[in-house]
């Protein structure tokens, strides 16, 4: 699954971008049914309560209208990669229960309910 990385400087270090794109092919190996298409945003701030952290913004389009925008920052960027896509993977399953790919598929009007 390609992934479009942006940022400041971090994005452009190899072993960051590696490790992005290495959570964004698990992530599309654990729902292979789903087109997801994601983009990764990460970059240093300034917290004043914080300190200097590293913020890691992943936007997720499953199709059908969903969309999925997680944000974390955390001190270390290996840390907050790791954390953006384990909330994307618990998050794609949460929406998976509510409507499941099959009935994902068929075009569903506007406030319909899916119930099981």
């Known amino acids: ?10 994005a452009l270090d190899k072993a960051i971008r590696r490790q992005i794109e ?16 994601t983009r990764a ?4 701030e300034f917290d004043p309560l914080h300190g200097h952290r590293v913020r890691c913004e992943l936007r997720a ?22 954390e953006v ?3 994307a993977r618990r ?3 949460q929406l998976r229960r509510r409507i499941p790919p099959a009935l994902g598929a068929q075009a569903l009007p506007a406030g319909a309910v899916v119930s099981r």
């Open 91 to 93: 998050n794609i399953r």
């Open 1 to 10: 699954m390609p992934i479009a990385i942006s940022g400041d400087t971090l």
């Open 41 to 44: 945003r990460i970059g240093e």
């Open 61 to 82: 389009d499953l199709g059908h209208g969903r969309q999925l925008v997680i944000r974390e920052a955390r001190k270390d960027a290996a840390e907050a990669i790791r």
């Open 22 to 37: 290495s959570e964004a092919q698990r992530l599309a190996e654990r729902f292979p049914d789903e087109r997801i298409e």
């Open 85 to 87: 896509f384990l909330v």
